[in-house]
Structure formats: structure tokens, C-alpha cells
């Protein structure tokens, strides 16, 4: 090769030949190597909705044994602690429905004091169910439809069609009375359509007690492609997704073939999901778009703005960076969780920095002081997650929460202060929740039937104090 017909090219990923115009081979190689790198990084932040819902999904099946229909119910310090972001008031009831085994299915569901949704595989809400939704608690036959199935002609349900053949089914109850809220546990039906006239009774399952109980976070390293090629696999592309099902081939994902990376292939992956993983982290805890802080004068954020499109989709493009902020941390997503009548719905506020806007280390003391007439109908609650997994707080302890619905020590003006602490202080601990030494937390705080103040941003919450 004539040097004289070469120009080098000094860019952010090294020296790039050209000759006569014309990338030499190896420039060649070395540029579809960071072109694949880039469009693998925003693969992983496109994909994390889903990759969090087939992880749950066999998560939940290793550990309870459901089957197509079966219900699940996770309560209690121990197997809640598998779930993204959860709360420990009240139980998680779900069940996984696949659409493509059993046809169109219906889900009965009682009347009540509950809150739930059906959810499709990209964690967009079909419809709520119970107080949020359609039926406003008094309960219905939801009949739920799969792509390209035709909906039956039938009298007496609620028709809600799916873009994806996998969903998920769950819901809370809310209802304080003991008796009632345990028949309610049990209360729903699941089955295919098809069997309406005689249909099985549906199981309800918990976790076995031998069950493994791995986190259902987001995997690590390879392991996510490998969810990510085992979700997209039975479900239709939206035209929204071609780009990114386009960009996918390069990199060994493509529908109707096995995921088999070669080494290059395998690298490049590995290292797309470390930068991945690092900017979904910036889009949660460090959000640089305008509208999530709750208020000025707190470092307290909306985990779901009000703004916030649930089916993810706005005029002219989609919520992208918003989307990637709220499923590297969450799963489960509902209309209620932006509601707009006080009283109805829940709300959710984060911190992930202390008044000073440092992360919270769990070798250190804390303070959050709530103040009084807390803006929640029902109950709120304030919880700890590890940075690392998003899941519950594990301590020795096994507690990661409080709740207004505990037995809290009120100061005189109805006010609380919490203690967030590897030791709790004297006569406080009630009010405490421990952290752990070299772990990093967050929290969350929950209104349940959120009201006015909320809404408008009137009630204010101080950032939680770092003390001496």
C-alpha cells in the first residue's frame, strides 16, 4: 500500500487509515467492532424492560413451580426479597399468562379493596384492575387477547387485547380487615377461554422452601443477552423495535435462530452490558432530564413522573432515557401508579442522595424526618434497597422498611423520624432500619391513596440528614 494515499484519521477510538477515501481492512474491523459496541450499549438500555420480565418470569416459576395461569404469592422479609423495588406492607400476587399456549384467557376478578394490572412483556399496563381500575373495585371477567388472535363474540367480559404473548397478572390487597383481605388472596380465577363453561380451579402457590431465591435483577455479562434473545424469541416485532431487532443480527440475536455467539461476538456483548449497566445507573440515580425532581428544595425524585406515558409511546418519539431510568430499578408497572383523583392509586418518591448529594453509605447514621399530615389515605411506607441488586436491604435484622401502619414513635406534632442506621438509636427502634457496613442503599417512599399535596407538591419532605 502506497503511504502516500493513506490519511489518518485521530478520533475518541484511535487512529483510523484510510486509503485514497477508503477504510483500509483492518480500520474496516476495527470500526464494525465499535459500531456493534455502540448499538449493543443501546440495545441493553432498550431491552431492559423486558430482560426484567423474563428474569421475573423464571424466577418465579424456579421458585414456586407455577404453571400457565397458576397464581404466586410472595410475602414476607424472605421471598420478597428476590423482587425489584418492592414494598413489604403488603403481599405480591401474580401470576404468569401466556397467551400463545392457552389462547384468549379471562381473569375473574372480585370485587373489593385491591389494586392491580396486566402487564405485557415490554412492562406496558393492558388495564388496571380492582380500585384503579376500569371496574373501580367491584369486580369483573376480563377477557385478554393475544396478537393476531381474534376476540371471542361474547357477552359479560371486559376485552383488553396484548401486543405481546407473554404477560403478567398482579395485584395488592388493600383491604385492612383481616378476613376479608385473606379471601381476597384467593378470590381470583385465571383460565383459557375456551374452558368458560367448566373452567379449573386455579392454584396458589408460594415459594417452596427450598427454593433458591436468586434476585431477579437484571443479569450480569452475557447472561442478559441471553434473556434478552429468550424474551424477544415468541413475541411479534413492533415497528417501533425493527431498528433495534436490525441491530441485533450483528450481534447473534435474531428471531427464529439460536443465540450462539462466536468469541468476538461474546466480547463484545460482555463489555456492551458493564457501559450498559453504568448508563442505566446515570438515567436512574443521577436523572438529567427536566421534571422528576418532587421539589427544589429536597433531593427527593419521582420514580414515575406525572407526566410519564405508561405505554411508554408520546407524540412524535418514545420515552426512551425515561423508560431506561424506571426499569433498571423497577418492575411492574400500572396507571394507578400515576394517578389522577386524591385518594386512588399510589405514589412514589426516591432519594438517592443525602442533603449534602452524597451517596448514602450503610456504615453511616441517618435521619429522615416525615413530616406530619402525610399526604396517603390509605398507608405510607418508607423502604431501603441496595444499589446493587434494587432489591430489599439484607441485614441480619430482616427488616427493610417502615410503615405507618407499624407502631411508629410519633413526635408531639404527629410528625416521625426515622433512623437509618447500622445500630438503632436508644429508645428508637421502632423506628429504625438497619443498613449494612460497605453496602450502599436507596429508598423509596410510598403513599398509598395519595392526595392533593402530592399532587401539587405542597407537602414538602425534607432530605434525609447524614448526623455526626
Given amino acids: 500500500m502506497n503511504t502516500l494515499t493513506v490519511q489518518t484519521l485521530d478520533t475518541r477510538i484511535g487512529k483510523l487509515d484510510l ?5 483500509t481492512s483492518e480500520t474496516a474491523a476495527k470500526l464494525y467492532d465499535e459500531m456493534d459496541l455502540q448499538r449493543a450499549v ?3 438500555l432498550w431491552g431492559l424492560p423486558t430482560v426484567a420480565m423474563e428474569e421475573m418470569k423464571q424466577g418465579v416459576q424456579r421458585d414456586t413451580g407455577v404453571r400457565n395461569g397458576d397464581m404466586a404469592i410472595f410475602e414476607g422479609y424472605r421471598n420478597v426479597s428476590v423482587i425489584l423495588t418492592p414494598n413489604l406492607v403488603t403481599p405480591y400476587i401474580l401470576a404468569l399468562i401466556d397467551l400463545a399456549e392457552t389462547g384468549p384467557v379471562v381473569v375473574d376478578y372480585p370485587a373489593g379493596m385491591t389494586a392491580g ?18 371496574e373501580k373495585g367491584q369486580g369483573a371477567k376480563f377477557l385478554f387477547v393475544g396478537p393476531g388472535q381474534q376476540a371471542p363474540q361474547a357477552d359479560g367480559y371486559r376485552v383488553f387485547r396484548s401486543g ?4 403478567c397478572f398482579f395485584y395488592r390487597v388493600l383491604e385492612t380487615d383481616p378476613v376479608k383481605a385473606q379471601a381476597l388472596r384467593t378470590a381470583v380465577r385465571i383460565y383459557p377461554f375456551s374452558q368458560r363453561d367448566d373452567p379449573p380451579p386455579t392454584r396458589v402457590l408460594a415459594p417452596k422452601a427450598e ?6 435483577t437484571h443479569p450480569r455479562g452475557l447472561a442478559y443477552w441471553e434473556r434478552l434473545a429468550q424474551a424477544l424469541s415468541p413475541e411479534p416485532v413492533e415497528d417501533r423495535d425493527r431498528f433495534f431487532a436490525a441491530m441485533l443480527k450483528p450481534l447473534g440475536i435474531e428471531k427464529g435462530k439460536p443465540f450462539n455467539p462466536d468469541e ?8 456492551a452490558a458493564l457501559v450498559g449497566e ?25 420514580v414515575i413522573p406525572p407526566w410519564y406515558a405508561v405505554e411508554q409511546d408520546v407524540e412524535n ?12 430499578e423497577a418492575i411492574g408497572m400500572s396507571a394507578g401508579s400515576i394517578p389522577t383523583t386524591p385518594g386512588i392509586g399510589q405514589s412514589y418518591l426516591a432519594a438517592y442522595r443525602d442533603a449534602k448529594g452524597h451517596a448514602f453509605d450503610g456504615g453511616e447514621t441517618y435521619r429522615l424526618h416525615v413530616p406530619p399530615n402525610v399526604p396517603a389515605n390509605q398507608f405510607w411506607s418508607v423502604t431501603l434497597y441496595e444499589v446493587d441488586t434494587r432489591c430489599l436491604i439484607q441485614n441480619k435484622e430482616q427488616i427493610a422498611d417502615c410503615s405507618s401502619r407499624g407502631d411508629l414513635v410519633k413526635n408531639a406534632d404527629g410528625s416521625v423520624d426515622l433512623y437509618l442506621a447500622p445500630t438503632a438509636p436508644k429508645g428508637m427502634e421502632k423506628n429504625w432500619i438497619p443498613t449494612v457496613p460497605g453496602k450502599a442503599w436507596f429508598t423509596y417512599i410510598r403513599f398509598y391513596g395519595p392526595l392533593q399535596p402530592l399532587f401539587d407538591a405542597s407537602w414538602a419532605l425534607p432530605d434525609i440528614e447524614k448526623l455526626n
Fill in 317 to 328: 418519539s418514545t420515552q426512551f432515557e425515561e423508560r431506561t431510568a424506571l426499569f433498571y
Fill in 19 to 23: 486509503e485514497l477515501g477508503v477504510p
Fill in 164 to 167: 405481546t404473548f407473554n404477560t
Fill in 211 to 216: 427454593a433458591e431465591h436468586r434476585v431477579q
Fill in 117 to 134: 394490572a396486566l402487564i405485557d412483556w415490554w412492562d406496558r399496563p393492558i388495564t388496571d384492575l380492582g380500585v384503579p381500575g376500569p
Fill in 42 to 44: 443501546q440495545c441493553y
Fill in 278 to 302: 453504568a448508563m442505566a445507573k446515570a438515567s436512574a440515580f443521577e436523572k438529567r432530564i427536566e421534571g422528576y425532581r418532587y421539589r427544589s428544595d429536597a433531593h427527593w425524585d419521582y
Fill in 264 to 271: 468476538r461476538q461474546k466480547k463484545i456483548l460482555t463489555d
